[in-house]
């Protein structure tokens, strides 16, 4: 009799430890996972479906706003609708030259499906990055059957992956000593101006020199000939 209630009291944990293992296996994330401090750059917030019988059809990402993202732009994807919702700071921010007090707070994709078995990328371009270590950008994805899974937990250095881990950002320290290319081309071409220009003067004194002694020559001899 222990026998028979054992059996289906293990049944039951091994496919509840499967379900978290599918959870924790295949969620949404962002991508790429690192970027620089100060940059701008293109991120895809990836999205698989996990039930085998609904479709997602709800993706909403909110982005920090303790360490703000000023300029925030939305690639169209086919078949859905974008909703970008912005927010007040309570302490303006300087950015782009000017004082920046709202910056969009959610992005919300809704009017298409990610099938059983696919799954859907939704590009956003930010920038520039804050000085933070991460940025978190918990994610709701709502399916047809009406189920919510939120992707909202903040992963901690050195412990297990959380079930439901939101999509996180990693940020570097930009390199101080790595001039932008524009910058680095254009004293390249300066300089190289100048040398050009340096080297023209010294070419035309050398054939005014040239000249002079040709002409001095010249007067030489036509005093040395005779009457």
């Given amino acids: 009799m222990r ?13 509840m430890s499967v379900a978290v293992a599918g959870s924790a296996g295949a969620h949404a ?99 520039p990055l804050p000085e933070a270590e991460r940025l978190l950008f918990k994610a709701l994805q709502t399916y047809a059957s009406g189920e919510v899974v939120r992707w909202i937990e903040e992963p901690v250095a050195g412990g297990p992956e959380p079930a439901f881990p939101a999509p996180v950002l990693e940020l570097t320290a930009a390199s101080s000593a790595s001039a932008p290319e524009t910058e680095l081309a254009a004293e390249t071409t300066g300089s190289a101006a100048d040398a050009g220009d340096g080297t023209d003067a010294i070419a035309v004194a050398g054939l005014g020199l040239r000249a002079l002694a040709l002409v001095v020559a010249v007067a030489a001899l036509l005093r040395r000939r005779p009457a």
């Fill in 29 to 127: 994330t962002v991508n790429p996972q690192q970027a620089t401090q100060g940059s701008y750059t293109k991120v895809a917030f990836r999205v698989p479906n996990e039930r085998p019988d609904s479709g997602t059809v709800k993706l909403e990402v909110s982005f920090p706003t303790d360490r703000p993202i000023t300029s925030v732009s939305v690639r169209p994807v086919s078949g859905w609708t974008v909703d970008v919702e912005r927010t007040r700071l309570p302490t303006p921010v300087r950015a782009h030259g000017r004082e920046i007090s709202e910056v969009v707070s959610k992005v919300t994709w809704t009017g298409g499906t990610i099938r059983p078995g696919e799954f859907e990328e939704f590009d956003v371009s930010v920038g």
């Fill in 3 to 15: 026998t028979t209630r054992v059996v289906p009291a293990v049944l039951v944990a091994v496919a």
